[in-house]
């Protein structure tokens, strides 16, 4: 069982940048893809960038250029990096890490509130 601990997260202005962290208990190296997903009250959860294990990045239209999400398998963390926020961005950012044979794990989610 791996556990997934996100932090960074906080109120920023708009224009303004923050760097979530997920920190996995365990080692990364066995997961095939790790995402950012976030919601927004009222909202569905949406997928917001994500790395494979080869290094493969993806970000959905509204972050590309903005968003930057990156690893570290020494210390098993995932970063992502959020530059130029905008207010409609306020939401629960969630970590979420799968592999094959390994499994599917979710972070508790870190506030980010981006104010106008």
């Known amino acids: 069982q791996v556990q997934l601990v996100e932090s960074g997260g906080g109120l920023v202005q708009a224009g303004g940048s923050l760097r979530l962290s997920c920190a996995a208990s365990?080692?990364?190296?066995?997961?095939?893809?790790m995402d950012w997903y976030r919601q927004a009250p009222g909202k569905q959860r949406e997928l917001v960038g994500g790395?494979?294990?080869?290094?493969?990045?993806n970000y959905a239209d509204s972050v590309r250029g903005r968003f930057t999400i990156s690893r570290d398998n020494a210390k098993n963390t995932v970063y992502f990096e959020m530059n130029s926020m905008k207010p409609g961005e306020t939401a629960v950012y969630f970590c979420?890490?799968?592999?094959w044979g390994v499994g599917d794990y979710w972070g508790q989610g870190t506030q980010v509130t981006v104010s106008s």
């Open positions: 790395i494979t294990s080869g290094g493969r990045t």
């Open positions: 979420h890490l799968w592999g």
């Open positions: 365990g080692s990364i190296l066995s997961f095939n893809v």
